[in-house]
């Protein structure tokens, strides 16, 4: 494993250096804002409101990061051609995918909580204190991380067989199917063949389940999160995931360089 | 027999092109070759020769479609075996936010050095290829040779046994080159195995043991420079100044550069020759053997392949 975390450790690095955490200060103007804006406008929901706009700020900057940094994960070096170096040396593909991803689940690690921070710091400027009720949000924020880190997985995989353009498209496309999963299983259409509802309901339960991870609502309103749901959530990104990742492998091990 | 250093049996790549990759391009033929322990191998051949699909093979940068490779015995399939290799790409690019001293240390770690191992060998190694200065200076600010430099670093920084350098001299500046050499000679007397692929050949010349001939991906011989270009003279040059107004048969057939004129002769001319200009009152400023170089014998594989080449698309129409 040191070839993996030595792959990690300087992918996290490459991500502080190129300025990827620097989405922070927007992400703490933005909670700033909200908080002094939130306690001038609403009475008797500020929470709610800090708490939803927090925790959709951290998805969609997680989502970007992910995606976008994700796909380039593999193919900027193959396009740069640094990887002709480090494979030179006595690592194997699949270490070097794998520093790759621990490396991005890093530095998007970092990114959350630290945006986390920042959605307590606005929580407690609105309510000049924290509840017990709030450790929530970090459930909330730990199941957001867990479907970035199932996202940046679907990138590196499509990345490494096709353009980043497409890596891109792909994996946003898999990503809004994804959050749609539940329903494709439940729906009822009177107007579709019983062999294509079949089809459609096989396809949503090979596409990864975003549904779980949304625990948004309950969190806002100060309600739990079952336990259960968390251990089935972190189950099924690391049984998944492992699949996803082990798909990208056995494709980038026999993959031409250019 | 000792084990050769690379061993390359029945190499062979295409290259898909064209509409959905449907059309293939042979980049690689049937490659066979040794290259012998401890010797300095260059490997020769015009731009898109195969030169480096060969060593990409090598290196499992890309994947052979028939033909297999060993490296110190083992096969290339084998990721150890990368243990006693170096290798530096051809315009090699690393990451740009680190610095030469950031990167070094990255690529030692794969090799399982200690942290005041790597420290050292990384100094030493800056101090080798002369970026001792430029160490805390991001490779983004860096200039091609530098870049080359830092690649030719990377490549030897855990004394391998075997150094595979996918032309070594590009983008090096003339003391940039000598350098190169000095440090691929010193390989040498080490008693490490270096393969070499260029297309400047004084430098095959002055380093390489052997050199392969590459042409239009395949082989066209191996062997040591001298023995690839023949090594029967093929006659004599005079080198002379005289002044004006005098004359000798031998000027009809010489050239004028200057005050100095240049002739080339059979060998059995030479005393005639040498005869008629002290007659004249000549100044004879040297006489020298006249050896096919291995620039001509590269050129003239070049040339009679793309003869070949156009003949087959003449008797293809």
């Known amino acids: 494993m040191r070839n993996v975390r030595t792959v990690a450790a300087n ?41 939803s706009l927090g925790l959709t700020a951290i998805s969609v900057i997680g989502l970007f990061i992910a995606v976008f940094i994700g796909v380039g994960l593999v193919s900027k070096e193959m396009d740069k051609r640094t990887l002709y170096a480090l494979l030179a040396k006595p690592v194997e593909r699949w270490e070097f995918l794998l520093g790759k991803f621990c490396g991005l689940v890093m530095t998007l690690t970092v990114n959350t909580a630290a945006m986390a921070v920042g959605l307590y710091l606005a929580l407690w400027t609105v309510k000049h204190t924290l509840e017990k009720s709030d450790a929530w949000v970090l459930v909330a924020v730990y199941l957001i991380l867990l479907k970035l880190a199932l996202i940046v997985a679907l990138a590196m995989l499509f990345s490494c067989f096709t353009t980043p353009f497409l890596a891109i498209l792909f994996t946003a496309g898999i990503y809004v199917a994804g959050v749609f999963a539940g329903d494709l299983r439940t729906m009822q259409a009177v107007d579709i063949s019983a062999g294509a509802m079949t089809l459609m309901r096989g396809i949503s339960y090979l596409l990864p389940n975003f549904e779980n991870f949304t625990v948004m609502g309950a969190v806002a309103h100060g309600r739990g999160v079952p336990g259960a749901l968390v251990g089935h959530a972190t189950l099924y990104v690391v049984c998944y995931g492992a699949v996803v990742l082990a798909g990208a492998a056995a494709i980038f091990s026999r993959r031409n360089l250019k | 027999m000792a084990t050769p250093a690379i061993e390359i049996e029945h190499l062979s790549k295409e290259y898909p092109y064209g509409f959905l990759n449907l059309k293939k391009k042979k980049s690689l033929e049937d490659l066979s070759m040794r290259v012998e322990s401890g010797e300095v191998f260059g490997f020769l051949g015009p731009n898109g020769a195969g030169k480096s699909t060969t060593i990409k093979l090598l290196m499992r940068l890309i994947f052979p479609d028939g033909g297999t490779a060993r490296i110190l015995g083992k096969s290339i399939d084998d990721v150890s075996m990368h243990r006693d290799i170096g290798y530096l790409p051809e315009q090699p690019y690393f990451y740009d936010y680190l610095t030469a001293a950031e990167v070094l240390d990255y690529f030692a770690r794969f090799h399982g050095l200690t942290a005041a191992d790597r420290q050292t060998r990384v100094q030493n190694m800056l101090k080798k290829v002369g970026l001792e200065t430029a160490k805390k200076i991001q490779l983004r600010k860096y200039s091609k040779g530098m870049l080359q430099r830092v690649g030719l670093a990377q490549a030897i920084l855990h004394d391998p046994q075997v150094v595979i ?80 107004g005098k004359s000798v048969p031998l000027l009809a057939k010489a050239t004028r550069t200057g005050e100095c004129y240049r002739v080339q002769l059979p060998e059995e001319e030479l005393y005639g020759a040498i005869d008629q200009l002290k007659a004249a009152g000549a100044r004879i400023l040297s006489v020298a053997h006249i050896k096919p170089t291995l620039e001509e014998f590269f050129m003239n594989l070049v040339e009679a392949d793309r003869a070949q080449a156009n003949a087959v698309e003449v008797s293809g129409k």
């Open chain 1, 11 to 51: 992918t996290f690095r490459e991500a502080v250096r190129d300025r990827v955490l620097y989405n922070l200060v927007f992400f703490a103007l933005l909670m700033m804002g909200a908080a002094i804006l939130v306690g001038q406008i609403s009475i008797g929901i500020e929470e709610s409101v800090i708490v």
């Open chain 2, 165 to 244: 350098l996918d032309e070594p001299m590009s983008g090096l500046d003339p003391l940039g080159r000598r350098e190169v050499r000095d440090i691929i000679l010193e390989l040498k007397k080490k008693g490490r195995t270096v393969l070499f692929s260029t297309h400047i050949l004084s430098d095959a010349e002055m380093l390489c043991d052997r050199v392969g001939v590459i042409v239009g991906g395949k082989l066209r011989g191996v062997g040591a420079p001298a023995e690839m270009v023949g090594i029967k003279t093929q006659g004599i040059e005079i080198s002379f100044e005289m002044s004006d």
